[in-house]
């Protein structure tokens, strides 16, 4: 580590690490936080490093997914993440907070600023008259994100996301052959990963993973296969999303369910993390 740059060392060794995850042997299991607790309890699960999720970011402040929660509050959410665990940190920035590759590139560099080493963009639109950035448009914002990493010093892990089957465009037949042209001029453009988001058929991911020319990353879930067979098909990374946070916000509604009906509490004892533990975990370092 150098004198002068110390800190700008330390995260450039986090990226590392992350983007050497993605050469396997073993596939990465990329779990995604919504605040420091949730990070912590990953942390001390043994997970090698994790990501932030934009929906649950959103919901724990107030608000809907799809970039509502606004860019600086979503960079002041990741910062405490990234200061609050040891682990490499790579960050949902949606499709970029922006409609241009310039407004891409400032989110980039204050996501890096923030402490992330990586960043999740995606293509999708939320417009269902025109679902997906145009491919131009989106080769150029990931040439935006690689240029502010460089300007910034940090060798940020990039991982492209694609929703051509997460948003169901095109015929069904043609989704593969769209994905992958998609998805490999992401990699030309600069992005380390890809990510198909929504795929969940193990000849399909198949097919993914020999004709992308590059890392393949997809989402669990329902109907998705599990993690030793994504490793055996070839999957590099695999990520969960707003899982955890939607299965903590469901078991919070079931007890206030309980709660109110029945008058019971005996969910919050059953389910509960004791309170000395997650007070240990909180302890552990100072808080961000």
Known sequence: MSDEHPLRDEQNGRAATLAALHRGPRILVLPNA????????????????????????????????GESLGRTDMIEATRRICAGVSLPVTADIESGYGDDADAVGETVRRVIAAGAVGINLEDGTGDPDRPLRDIAGQVDC??????????AGIA???????????????????RLALTVSRTNAFREAGADCVFVPGVGDADVIRTLVQQIDGPLNVLAGPGVPAVSALEELGVARVSVGSGPVRAALGLTRRLARELRTTGCYDGFTDAAMPYADINDLMARRKSP
């Open 34 to 65: 919504w605040d420091v607790a949730s990070a912590r309890i990953f942390e001390a699960q043994g997970f090698a490093a994790l990501g932030t999720t934009s929906a649950g970011l959103a919901w724990a402040l107030g608000s809907a997914d």
């Open 142 to 151: 990931i040439r935006a994100a690689r240029k502010a990493a460089v300007a």
């Open 156 to 174: 940020l892990v990039i991982n492209a996301r694609t929703d051509v089957y997460w948003s169901g465009v095109g015929a069904a037949g043609e």
